[in-house]
């Protein structure tokens, strides 16, 4: 099971590097590291000083991951962004166990009405690989890929109840290394007050116990209980209960339940909750293990892992035109489905998790999707190298793209197939498995390859709390940038359209809306893009109370307004002229999740005298649909193992 051993790493990166390694792999890694350690954006200068590595060195890795769309450049600034995720997505994939617990934590959070997370094990610490928080003033603010030290959490004494004494060492070697914690930046420095007692109050502060301390004794009781309570180990307050989740009588992972003490006490957690997680636990073991022989029981189902040329993204043929253009004329039996009128609440990760990246990413830029085919690497990297010149690291691109050569149904590969799913030679491969190896994002054994959780510190941490408004923010700016008018972007919230993005032109005469605004939906084009895809009678239902004409163009007749859904869902867009405002007019697409749910709308709007409605349709809804198209091409990514907020 890939989460029930695998390494960090920390020790590997103080290593001499192999002779064979990449170079440019080690120092891209680096870069991604340190700008996962800033919360997701750092300036190059500060990249430079926190590397160690020259300026222009820096310069030429972010231009290259620009280039992969895992970063983006802003000014004197890199910004991580939503296509790196497709790497943790990669590890998690070939990991399983999202795709077959996660709903199960779902429900058991929802019964409880606590935050529940699954947490897997990275060598001498623990990393989450899901997380269901409850929205409360107080929350849980630990993320998919935070990395905790074991002696602090409740999942930890489990885990080192399988440790070998090589792990001990290491983990005592550890704690001797980094007396502060400061290797776990998810959480607060160790030196914070202990309370060990009146016996050792009277003691140099020197002498005195620090957090973690009695660890080793932890885990001898959750060995023999089979659970481990965190009684504010991390810090004050926060109390958790954890029970592991064994596979083939070893731990697979552990789920843990996250409390406040305003709630529960550590002890009051542990009486109130642990009879329902033995539940739990059970009714995912018994996942598992359906799972394992080919049942049907979790998100997805087994069999779903598609081959190496298949990509997370939408339509391989790159075509922006078929952005948010139905297949299908519009009746109840195609319209879309209903879930989303009047939820704002997350874009969901229900779809099957199959899906393998193991063809190179295009850069956020263009349209054009490489081809699947094992020479799509070459050509992509051949491309970007011509124009680019030497500020495009081919190496770099290359070491990365291997990392997505894995996924479900491929979560152990050896040397030809990981060459074979990018396209790479053997000899290139191999010499980005060995850098990887070194840097402990992946582990080998008996010639097979697996990754390691520790790839879910390349900026997934940061990047899993990124909402559909954040994502869309890059594209709505290009967008407005290229046409000098303005973009907006909108939910459904019950018949209104609510505001979430939005970018105005300097000009004079320019729309301006400020986001978490609402305006009817009926008579924008926002909410018609968005109502075109529900089931018509859920769509009238925005008609009902009679609604007022804001202008004289404004269509109020259910009749009339029927047959305009009909033809935006035919047409696949949505065109306004002055209904809303005299002078105003717009259009606008849908967005779609992964499952092909319309969850919101992208328009641009402008006043009448700057476009006709011909000029409209020829030249901004091309633009328009590329827009929407890269949007969605990142959600899908993003929402890939987590629900992605719409708002």
């Not at 894995?406 to 060995?434: D, K, N, P």
């Not at 305006?519 to 009678?537: F, N, Q, V």
């Amino acid at each position: 099971m890939s989460g029930s051993g695998s390494g960090s790493g920390r020790a590997a990166v103080g290593a001499e590097a192999p002779e064979e390694a990449v170079t440019p792999l080690i120092r891209g890694i680096a870069v991604l590291r340190r700008l996962t350690e800033a919360d997701g954006s750092a300036s190059l200068s500060g990249l430079e000083r926190a590397t160690g590595l020259a300026r222009s060195t820096v310069d030429r890795i972010t231009a290259t991951l620009a280039r992969m769309g895992y970063v983006r450049l802003d000014g004197r600034d890199a910004v991580l962004a939503p296509r790196l995720t497709e790497l943790g997505n990669a590890y998690l994939a070939a990991l399983r166990l999202p795709r077959v617990l996660d709903a199960h934590a779902d429900a058991l959070a929802d019964e409880l009405d606590e935050s529940v997370s699954l947490a897997v094990r990275d060598r001498d610490g623990i990393r989450f690989v899901h997380q269901t928080t409850r929205r409360r003033a107080m929350s849980l603010r630990f993320r998919i890929g935070d990395l905790l030290p074991a002696e602090r959490t409740a999942p930890g004494p489990l885990f080192a109840s399988e440790w070998s004494e090589e792990d001990w060492t290491h983990w005592r070697e550890r704690r001797a290394a980094d007396p502060e914690d400061r290797g776990f930046p998810a959480v607060p420095a160790r030196s914070r007050p202990y309370d060990g007692g009146a016996a050792t109050s009277a003691l140099p502060a020197s002498q005195r116990p620090t957090l973690g301390d009695d660890f080793e004794q932890r885990t001898a009781e959750a060995g023999r209980s089979g659970w481990a309570l965190d009684d504010q180990l991390i810090e004050p307050g926060l109390v958790a209960l954890s029970m592991p989740v064994r596979e083939a009588g070893r731990i697979a992972c552990v789920v843990n339940v996250v409390s406040h003490t305003s709630r529960h006490s550590a002890a009051e957690l542990r009486d109130a909750l642990l009879p329902r997680l033995r539940t739990a636990v059970a009714e995912m073991e018994r996942a598992l293990a359906l799972d394992e022989a080919g049942g049907t029981e979790g998100a997805g189902g087994p069999g779903t892992a598609e081959g190496p040329g298949s990509t997370e993204g939408p339509d391989p043929a790159g075509n922006p035109d078929t952005a948010g253009t139905p297949d299908t004329a519009r009746s109840p039996d195609t319209a879309r489905s209903p879930d989303t009128a009047g939820n704002t609440e997350s874009v969901g990760n229900t779809e099957p998790v199959g899906k393998a990246t193991a063809t190179p990413p295009t850069p956020p830029t263009t349209t054009d999707a490489v081809t699947a085919a094992p020479s799509g690497l070459a050509d992509w990297t051949g491309a970007s190298k011509q124009e680019l010149g030497r500020e495009f690291i081919e190496s770099l691109a290359r070491g990365l793209t291997v990392i997505t050569a894995f996924g479900e149904g491929r979560s152990e590969l050896t040397l030809t197939a990981v060459a074979q799913a990018t396209g790479l030679a053997r000899a290139t491969a191999r010499r980005a498995l060995i850098t990887l190896e070194h840097l402990g994002y992946v582990t080998t054994h008996d010639r097979v390859f697996r990754l390691t959780p520790r790839v879910l510190g390349l900026g997934f941490p940061p990047l899993s709390r990124t909402t559909l408004p954040e994502i869309a923010a890059p594209h709505l700016t290009d967008l407005s940038q290229r046409l000098h008018d303005s973009v907006s972007l909108a939910v459904l919230t019950g018949d209104e359209i609510q505001y979430t993005g939005h970018v105005s032109t300097r000009g004079i005469m320019s729309v301006h809306v400020a986001v978490g605004t609402r305006l009817p939906a009926y008579a924008t084009s926002l909410g018609r893009a968005i109502l075109a895809d529900l089931p018509p009678a859920q769509a009238m239902e925005t008609m009902a109370g009679a609604p007022e004409a804001a202008t004289g163009r404004t269509i109020t007749d259910p009749e009339r307004f029927r047959a305009e859904l009909d033809r935006v869902h035919a047409a696949g867009y949505a065109l306004v002229e002055e209904e809303l405002e005299q002078g105003l007019r717009s259009v606008a697409v849908p967005v779609r999740d992964r499952e092909g749910r319309t969850v919101a709308a992208v328009n641009v709007a402008m006043h009448s005298s700057r476009r006709t409605a011909e000029a409209c349709v020829s030249e901004v809804l091309p633009e328009l649909r590329a827009t929407a198209r890269r949007v969605e091409a990142d959600l899908h990514i993003a929402a890939r193992f987590r629900r992605v907020p719409r708002t």
